[in-house]
């Protein structure tokens, strides 16, 4: 298994931006396709964003498109996601993933949590109107 930190949450004013990083433990994080997900107080734990693990490839949940951006840096075991133009309804605790069972196609990613391996602990993210 692989450890994941996130970090980067806190509150901020609709209209907004926050930068969200996590980091992966290992050797092999170029090996793993990545995702963001995110759960509100009394919902699913929903996708927001997804990586390939070359960086080459990338989707997004409709809400939050044109909005956020994922990006990963495999020289330093992190991945991000820069989210602008922050709304109330993006408040939640936001959770990186990692796919560490064998990707054989390198520009591929995963928008299901059954596809994922491995969860950091999350971080708050907190929009007020």
């Known amino acids: 298994q692989v450890q994941l930190v996130e970090s980067g949450g806190g509150l901020v004013q609709a209209g907004g931006s926050l930068r969200l990083s996590c980091a992966a433990s290992?050797?092999?994080?170029?090996?793993?396709?990545m995702g963001w997900f995110r759960q509100a107080p009394g919902k699913e734990r929903e996708f927001v964003a997804a990586?390939?693990?070359?960086?080459?490839?990338?989707d997004y949940a409709d809400s939050v498109k044109g909005r956020f951006t994922i990006s990963r840096d495999n020289a330093k075991n992190t991945v991000a996601l820069q989210m602008n133009s922050l709304k109330p309804e993006d408040s939640a605790a936001y959770y990186c993933?990692?796919?560490?069972?064998?990707?054989?196609?390198?520009?591929?990613?995963?928008?299901?949590?059954?596809?994922?391996?491995?969860w950091g602990q999350g971080t708050q993210v907190t929009v007020s109107s």
């Open positions: 290992g050797r092999t994080f170029s090996n793993y396709a």
């Open positions: 993933a990692a796919r560490i069972r064998v990707t054989a196609y390198s520009g591929r990613y995963y928008v299901k949590e059954y596809d994922y391996d491995s």
């Open positions: 990586i390939s693990k070359s960086g080459g490839n990338t």
